[in-house]
Nanobody, 125 residues
């Protein structure tokens, strides 16, 4: 069983920055694809970014390219999401997910087996 705990969310003004962290335990973190997703009430959970097990391959949604950076530290069992130039449209609950079965990066929320509890990010204009 894999446990994921997100942290780092909060309230920030537009064009500001936040860094989210997701600490994993209970599994072999270094072998998992990890993803960051976000969800607004009434909408589907959408992918923000994902990273391959060794950090060599990453994926970003078009809406965050050039502003967000995903990274991981396998020695610390932690994945990060650096969010710069934040916009009010980035307001959502952010979740990290672990895909423990696939080798390639998955982009759909249903492909991730484990989830954290989420952390709220609010960007004011």
């Amino acid at each position: 069983q894999v446990q994921l705990v997100e942290s780092g969310g909060g309230l920030v003004q537009a064009v500001g920055s936040l860094r989210l962290s997701c600490a994993a335990s209970g599994g072999t973190f270094s072998s998992y694809v990890m993803g960051w997703f976000r969800q607004v009430v009434g909408q589907e959970r959408e992918i923000v970014a994902a990273i391959h097990w060794n950090g060599g391959v990453t994926y970003y949604a078009d809406s965050v390219k050039g502003r967000f950076t995903i990274s991981r530290d396998n020695a610390k069992n932690t994945v990060y999401l650096q969010m710069d130039s934040l916009e009010p449209e980035d307001t959502a609950v952010y979740y990290c997910g672990a895909d423990v079965t696939r080798f390639a990066i998955a982009r759909r929320s249903w492909q991730y087996e484990y989830w954290g509890q989420g952390t709220q990010v609010t960007v004011s204009s």
